[in-house]
């Protein structure tokens, strides 16, 4: 079983409209949460790290929140923009070991 | 500033013969460097996690044999797909960071697209 899941698995928005993507994990013990933007045929690149005593971390127009607790994540992308269709991979951090999400693909729309 | 890279982009190799890619990281010391292979419409799956001058440590069901890794130096790894095989075919990220450990940020490399005929 995938110790991160994330949701939806493919999303489609017009351009200009908000988003939100899911990520929940039971990866424990916890170290950092990371988020990903990776375009198709490219690498990854880091949006954001959280570690277990940030709740919320915004980059330009993407922002990511966490609560410990409930093993929850989540990224909100504003105002989307036709370069943000992506797919955005979560990953989970323990001392010594990190588990990647499924990824939710991004597609927006003009 | 973390820049890494990986040559070659793409490669078409013939059943049997060896592959090598090499990831490069290019204004800071990486500790430690991960491969990556994706499939298409798959996220990452990690393939080994190697330190600058030790034994890379493979994860479960990755053939050491088949997959050469070398970390030479704090700058660069490379990855070579010995006789490689059709099945072989797939993305091939590494990435790099500074930290030693898998908890450390990671810079990632832009891919190298591997066709094995």
């Known amino acids: 079983k995938n110790q991160v899941e994330q949701s939806p698995q493919s999303l489609i928005i017009l351009e200009g409209k908000n988003c939100t993507l899911q990520?929940?994990?039971?990866?424990?013990?916890?170290?950092?949460l990371r988020w990903y933007k990776q375009d198709t045929g490219r690498g990854p690149v880091s949006l954001t790290i959280?570690?277990?005593?940030?709740n919320t971390k915004s980059n330009g127009r993407y922002t990511a929140t966490l609560d410990a607790d409930t093993k929850q994540s989540s990224l909100h992308i504003t105002a989307s923009q036709l370069s943000d269709s992506a797919s955005y991979i979560c990953?989970?951090?323990?001392?010594?070991?990190?588990?990647f999400g499924a990824g939710t693909r991004l597609t927006v729309k003009p | 500033g973390a820049v890494v890279s990986q040559h070659p982009s793409r490669v078409i190799c013939k059943s049997g013969t060896s592959v090598k890619i090499e990831c490069r990281s290019l204004?800071?010391?990486?500790?430690?460097m991960f491969w990556y292979r994706q499939f298409p419409k798959q996220s990452l799956m990690l393939m080994a996690t190697?330190?600058?001058?030790?034994?890379?440590?493979?994860e479960q069901g990755v053939e050491k044999d088949k997959f050469l890794i070398n970390h030479a130096s704090l700058t660069l790894s490379t990855l070579t797909v010995t006789s490689a095989h059709p099945e072989d075919s797939s993305f091939y990220i590494c990435?790099?960071?500074?930290?030693?450990?898998?908890?450390?940020?990671?810079?990632f490399g832009p891919g190298t697209r591997l066709t094995v005929t």
């Open positions: 990435s790099a960071s500074p930290g030693s450990g898998k908890n450390y940020e990671q810079y």
């Open positions: 990520c929940n994990y039971t990866v424990s013990p916890f170290s950092n």
């Open positions: 959280m570690t277990f005593s940030e």
């Open positions: 990953v989970v951090s323990a001392p010594n070991d990190m588990r």
């Open positions: 204004d800071f010391q990486a500790t430690t």
């Open positions: 190697s330190n600058e001058g030790s034994k890379a440590t493979y």
